[in-house]
Structures are given as C-alpha cells and as structure tokens.
C-alpha cells in the first residue's frame, strides 16, 4: 500500500505534536503543576497509524489510557489536553471530573471510559451491534493493552462480537509490561492476537513502531468491518519508553540495558528518518513542524494554567441530572 504524501505528513505532523505534549506533561508532573501522567511515549506510530486508517469523525473510538497520541490524531487540540491535565474548566474528557488520560471527546465520536481495564470492550461491541442494527457502515476502533486482555469482559467483548460478525477492529498495544508484570505472566501464547483463534476472528499481528504498517493492518480491518465481514483482532507490538505512569518507579523491575536499547527504536525518530530518506520531509520542513508544536504546546500550557476550575454548581451535572433543563 503506498501512502500519500500529505498522510505521511499528517502522520508525522501528528506523532510529533503528541510527543511534544506528552514530555510537557511529563515536566509539569516533576514541577508539582499537575497530580498524574500517563504516557504514550513509544505507542505513538500505532496510534497515528490507526487514527489515520479511519474515517475520523464518522466512525467511534472507544479508547484506554495510553492513547494520547491518538486522540491528538482524532483532532484532541493541545488546548483542550492541557485544560485535561489540570482538570479546568472546558476540558472535554469529564468535564474535570475524572482523572487525566481517561478520554472522551463527543464531536468526533470518542466514548468515555472507566478506569476499571477492559470494560471499554463491551463497549465498543455494543456500539458495533448498534451500527449492525441500524445498518450504517462505521467502524469501532478500540484500544487496550496486552495485560487488560486478562480480563473477563475483554473476552465476553470480543467473542460477541465475533458471533454477530460486528463492525468493531479490537486493537492490543502490545508493550509487553502490564505495569510491572510481563507478558509471559499474564496469557500463556506468545502473541496477544493468538487469542483469536480460541474466538473465531482473524487475528493479526504487526509491528506497531512502523506505523505505515498499522495504517495499512486498520485499513484491511476496517474494509473487512465495512463488508460485513466482521471483527479483526489486531496486536500492534509497541514499546513502553517510560514508566507505566508518573506514579511509577520502573527502575525496580526493569533492567537499564532494556530501557536504554529502546531508545534505538523510538519510532518518532525512526518515522523522520524514513521521511528525510524518502524526501517526504526536508530538514527546514522538519524544523518548522518542530517550532510549530512546541510553540503550540506552551500556548495551550500558558492558556490551562490561567483558566478556572469547573464551578461547583456544576459538580453533580450529567452525572445526577436533576434540571431537565439541561437533559
Ligand atoms: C480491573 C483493573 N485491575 C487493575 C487495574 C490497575 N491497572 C491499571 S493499568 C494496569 C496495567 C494494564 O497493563 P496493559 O493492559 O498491558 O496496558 P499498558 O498500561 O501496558 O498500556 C493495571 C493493572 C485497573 N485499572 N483495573
Ligand atoms: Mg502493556
């Protein structure tokens, strides 16, 4: 699959204004500014990659945690991430109610989710089993990580969705950790997509740090979603360049030599690389993008730090509505 220029360019236009945003954060954390981050740093291609392959605004995204980049793909503006982060008033996620990172973002078809891993899947199949319904041809993308695929509801999510040949691509970031905890310690095949078989859909395995082959792998999904032909399970192999969250100490369960030789792959660099090979991208192009995501990065930061906290009046609404003025 050869993909345009002006996508190659979205691509890295994106991955890089995510990570810019993601590093800030990770600063605001170590100044005291915000209480917690979780990162996508190294899950960036993946994400871009399967934004991409979709038709953003049409079809629902049912995310988790780790998907910044993502949703900076799906059109989260930095402003709106930062207000996130700080719990201010416009954020769209919650409204400030929930903690950052647990997305939402209605205008593009984004549906919140719980902290509690792998209850997004259900999620997601109902929403597939109400397109099916209706007969509309959207696609659900939704997301989660290796270790949440432990979890009784992502089966119950998947195997439904199989049954009823359901229009939802069901995408693991394979990052091999759940927190502390290896991927041998949590499913007993080698692969996160083997579990397919045992569910009765494809399931695909590719290289998520290579994102034009994530875009072309939710491309095929989402063709096959579209045709009726039902679910894919996809397992995007990722890398996890930070600890699990700014709560996190990896130092005590993850050898040094691992972390450093990740930085070998850092897909952002890699992706530069391949577009300055390719002509895609000329270092003056490059160097403009960079100025314009960090310049777009502080503007959001400056405009958080100085907006309101939501009013309290507000605190109970939606989630007891008791004005049907506001219903
Ligand atoms: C049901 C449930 N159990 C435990 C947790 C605590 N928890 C939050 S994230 C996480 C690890 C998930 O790892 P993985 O699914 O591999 O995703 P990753 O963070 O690596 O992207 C755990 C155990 C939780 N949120 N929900
Ligand atoms: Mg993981």
New binding site residues.
Partial sequence: MTVAKDVLLEMYRVMLLARRLDERAWVLHRQGKIAFH?SGIG?EAAQVGAALALRRGQDWVVP???DLALLVALGMTPREFALGLMGKQGEPNSGGRQMPSHWSLRRVNVVSHS????TQTPHATGIGFAIKMRGDDAVVLTT??????S?GEWYEGVNWAAIHKLPVIFMV???I???S?RQEK?MAVPHAADKAAGLGLPGVSVDGLDIAAVYEAVSEAAGRARRGEGPTLLEARVE?MTP?SSDDDDRSYRPRAEVESMKARDPLSAFRQTLLGRKVLTEKLDADLEAQAREQVEQAITFAEAAPYPDVSEAAYPVFVEDIRHA
Avoid: L
């Fill in positions: 979780i899950h988790y945690y780790r902290s509690p891993v792998a989660i990580g290796e270790g949440s695929t979890q970031e394979n990052n950790y759940a927190i905890v949590q996890r699990h």
